[in-house]
């Protein structure tokens, strides 16, 4: 399945699955940290973090979740989403070395899902492929996807 990862004003990020709208996430920056806040297309709040980044130390603190669309996510930092009972989806670059945005994410060991940046456009667009075997963790590999890339081009 490919889902459609679009930035528009201000470093929001708008999920589309097929043209519909999935999920948008905004950005509040300050001088020391931003503030992530992740929607659904009815404007009801799934999860909203701060992120902040000390000497290449990045950190997110989750300041609050709707468990019932989050699957208690307990942690989550650049590489790992820890959610419902210790599960783990981890991302790992595409390439060795690249010098691309491309990476891939895991769960128990396998890839489930593919990230691809389009770099040629004047708008940030990433595409993510997951298998169809693993759509019922589409929205935990959403949630991390916005976390992480939210505010992404200041950094």
């Keep these: 399945m490919e ?3 679009i930035e528009k004003q201000n470093q929001s990020l708008f999920v589309y699955k097929e043209g519909g709208l999935l999920f948008y996430s905004t950005v509040k920056f300050n001088w020391i940290s931003r503030i992530i806040k992740i929607y659904n297309p009815y404007d009801v709040l799934a999860l909203e973090l701060k992120y902040g980044s000390f000497f290449q130390k990045s950190t997110y603190l989750i300041l609050h979740q709707n468990k ?9 930092d650049s590489k790992i989403l820890i959610f419902d009972n210790n599960k783990r989806l981890l991302t ?35 595409l993510l492929n997951v298998n169809d075997e693993n ?8 949630f991390h996807l ?9 950094d």
């Design 92 to 126: 790992k670059s595409a390439h060795f070395f690249s010098l691309s945005h491309n990476f891939n994410y895991f769960f128990e060991g396998k890839i489930i899902a593919q990230v691809k940046q389009n770099i040629f456009s004047i708008q940030t667009k990433y």
């Design 135 to 142: 759509l019922e963790l589409l929205d935990q590999i959403i």
């Design 68 to 76: 019932f669309m989050t699957k208690l996510i307990s942690d989550i």
């Design 146 to 154: 916005l976390s992480i890339k939210t505010g992404y081009s200041v």
């Design 3 to 5: 889902i459609e990862i």
